[in-house]
């Protein structure tokens, strides 16, 4: 038989991962729920939620993008009025770009995501970083703010509630009460925490927070979430010059299709299962300890308050130094179990998450590693 071409694989794609227990921190937060994955197949054509757009993606009722976004999602992120992104780097370039000009300065945590700094390259703005501690727990003292928002004058301060690295959730509320008293204009970029954990940027004092619907939304991506006070409403969804009913800051209209759909088609479930968060970090704890027990390092906050951990295994390093698969070794036996998440090719710090597995599936997980390590002694 003629081998498949390249071009003809494209049309039969598939996932290596089906079926096993997902640990990874990207990955956790995003899958999808029934109702999404059914709205998924409903909506997938292109533009498929504009049968009744008048112009306004926020304003179609039918499917209902309006109460979507204007009723549901500010309450949710307790804040004035929300917009739809593609994702949470989307939410922060569209604040950045409208409040600072060309030369200002942001100041932002030392934990941050790669993705602020290439915002404001983007932007055109210079980055302060306010550095974290020293290891292992990387803490992002929020006092520490209070000096570089007085002195630089910045346009914008940005604090990563958590991190995407240690799970670090540092006083988001204390750098509210401190960026107010300074006067600047201050951005949660929760995406490792809207729709995982509750958030409310009212409660931290913030005038902006992000989300990242294929982060932690339970949705297709990229898709993400931006509220803010109303004061800001016509600085960011500020209408184009030439076009009344289109804003400017994102091109006229952002996810119009399967992703808004799946956002939507998750919501219910999503607003539900923050409630539990304190279930997520018990089983988190529960997680660590067990790590800890076979000896791996928690580098981070301790004790953690987040599924997002990381933790420093130089006895797995060790044992990469001397098999034939070198670092991969680790992956193909976690592969084996039965279990994603292991990056090829790292074993020297690892970062998991324990948010989508059930306890039983992260005993698997605990075995696995005590296993491993038993098997290379
Ligand atoms: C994952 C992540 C991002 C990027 O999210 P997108 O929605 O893919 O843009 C930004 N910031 C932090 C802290 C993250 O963890």
Not at 121 to 143: F, H, K, M, N, T
Not at 177 to 200: F, Q, S, T
Request: hydrophobic residues 40%; proline residues 5%.
């Amino acid at each position: 038989m003629a081998q498949q071409s390249d071009v003809e694989k494209l049309g039969s794609l598939v996932r290596p991962h089906r079926g096993m227990i997902n640990i990874m921190p990207l990955q956790t937060g995003g899958l999808l729920t029934e109702a999404a994955r059914r709205a998924m197949v409903e909506f997938g054509d292109g533009y498929s939620v504009c049968d009744f757009c008048q112009g306004r993606l926020s304003d179609i009722v039918n499917p209902p993008v309006k109460q979507f976004v204007q009723e549901l999602l500010p309450e949710f992120l307790g804040a004035d009025a929300a917009t739809l992104t593609y994702g949470a780097r989307d939410g922060v370039f569209m604040v950045l770009h409208s409040l600072a000009k060309p030369g200002d300065t942001v100041v932002v945590d030392g934990n941050r995501h790669y993705s602020t700094a290439v915002a404001a390259e983007r932007a055109g703005v210079q980055l302060v970083e306010v550095p974290a501690s020293v290891s292992p727990e990387y803490r992002i003292d929020v006092e520490l703010f209070a000096q570089p928002l007085r002195e630089r004058r910045p346009a914008l301060v940005i604090l990563t509630y958590p991190d995407g690295r240690f799970g670090n959730l540092p006083d988001a509320a204390r750098l509210g009460e401190i960026a107010a008293e300074a006067g600047v204009p201050y951005l949660v970029n929760g995406a490792y925490a809207v729709g995982r954990m509750p958030v409310k940027m009212s409660a931290l004092k913030a005038d902006f927070l992000v989300g990242s619907g294929h982060k932690s939304m339970a949705s297709a991506g990229p898709s993400g979430v931006l509220g803010m006070k109303a004061k800001w409403r016509e600085v960011v969804l500020r209408p184009s010059v030439l076009h009344k009913n289109k804003e400017m800051e994102c091109l006229g209209c952002t996810i119009r299709g399967v992703t808004l759909a799946t956002l939507m088609a998750s919501f219910p479930e999503v607003r539900e299962r923050v409630k539990h968060w304190d279930e997520q970090v018990a089983k988190a704890q529960w997680f660590s300890s067990a790590m800890e027990g076979l000896g791996f390092a928690l580098l981070g906050e301790k004790p953690h308050r987040h599924d997002l951990m990381r933790f420093e295994c130089t006895q797995l390093f060790e044992i990469s130094q001397r098999v034939r698969e070198r670092g991969y070794y680790l992956y193909k036996a976690f592969e084996e179990r039965g279990i994603w998440g292991i990056k090829p090719g790292q074993t020297k710090a690892l970062e998991l998450s324990t948010f989508a597995a059930t306890r039983e599936q992260l005993e698997k997980v605990i075995a696995a590693f005590s296993d491993i390590l038993k098997q290379y002694r």
